[in-house]
Antibody, heavy 121, light 109 residues
Framework: EVQLVESGGGLVQPGRSLRLSCAGF????????MHWVRQAPGKGLEWVAG????????GYADSVKGRFTISRDNAKNSLYLQMNSLRPEDAALYYC??????????????WGQGTLVTVSA | EIVLTQSPSTLSLSPGERATLSCRAS???????LAWYQQKPGQAPRLLIY???RRAIGIPDRFSGGGSGTDFTLSISRLEPEDFAVYYC??????????FGGGTKVEIK
């Protein structure tokens, strides 16, 4: 059974940093691109960042470019999101999601349950 | 960058009725990278359709997707009580990226 388990969320002050982690189980982690997608309370889905199977293709939403860094460790079946210079508008539930494909982004066929990030003084 | 516009924003229907949801892209897109998701309150999104018309694993055949170019549709042939939810379309951008539409809420009339 495919499982994605996020961790690392919490309450952080504006301008500070947070690192999210996602552990993948039940599939060949190094065969698939991975994504972070966020959802602010009562709002729609917003893609944050994606990374191909070998970290060769990385993309970011304009809203986080230069502040967030996505990475992966295939030996640990883990995905990460380093979030720096956090803003109140970054507050959301952050989902880790597995892509159907390894390189080109097709869409996410499995999602974690999310980890909540709150940015407030 | 491509913008996906979903309509209507809310669809009020009764169980057993047919639902047709629209997703329009601001420019022609490759249907290979067009997907649909369902999200229920308090749950993560679930992939329904990928490559515009291919059902994901475990998705009932009352869900179907179609379209090409700039216009795509998700149809639910006969609404079941568990189908009342929010639906999102998604396209892969060229950056690379994933782009989501704003969503359509299917509610019980």
């Amino acid at each position: 059974e495919v499982q994605l388990v996020e961790s690392g969320g919490g309450l952080v002050q504006p301008g500070r940093s947070l690192r999210l982690s996602c552990a993948g189980f039940g599939f060949s982690f190094d065969d698939h691109a991975m994504h972070w997608v966020r959802q602010a309370p009562g709002k729609g889905l917003e893609w944050v960042a994606g990374i191909s199977w070998n970290s060769g293709i990385i993309g970011y939403a304009d809203s986080v470019k230069g502040r967030f860094t996505i990475s992966r460790d295939n030996a640990k079946n883990s995905l990460y999101l380093q979030m720096n210079s956090l803003r109140p508008e970054d507050a959301a539930l952050y989902y880790c999601a597995k892509d159907l494909n390894g390189a080109k982004y097709w869409g996410a066929d499995y999602w974690g349950q999310g980890t909540l990030v709150t940015v407030s003084a | 960058e491509i913008v996906l516009t979903q309509s209507p924003s809310t669809l009020s229907l009764s169980p057993g009725e047919r639902a047709t949801l629209s997703c329009r892209a601001s420019q022609s897109v490759d249907s290979k990278f067009l997907a649909w998701y369902q999200q229920k309150p308090g749950q993560a999104p679930r992939l329904l359709i990928y490559s515009a018309s291919r059902r994901a694993i475990g998705i009932p055949d009352r869900f179907s997707g179609g379209g090409s170019g700039t216009d795509f549709t998700l149809s639910i042939s006969r609404l079941e009580p568990e189908d009342f939810a929010v639906y999102y379309c998604q396209q892969s951008g060229s950056s690379p990226s994933l782009i989501f539409g704003g969503g359509t809420k299917v509610e019980i009339k």
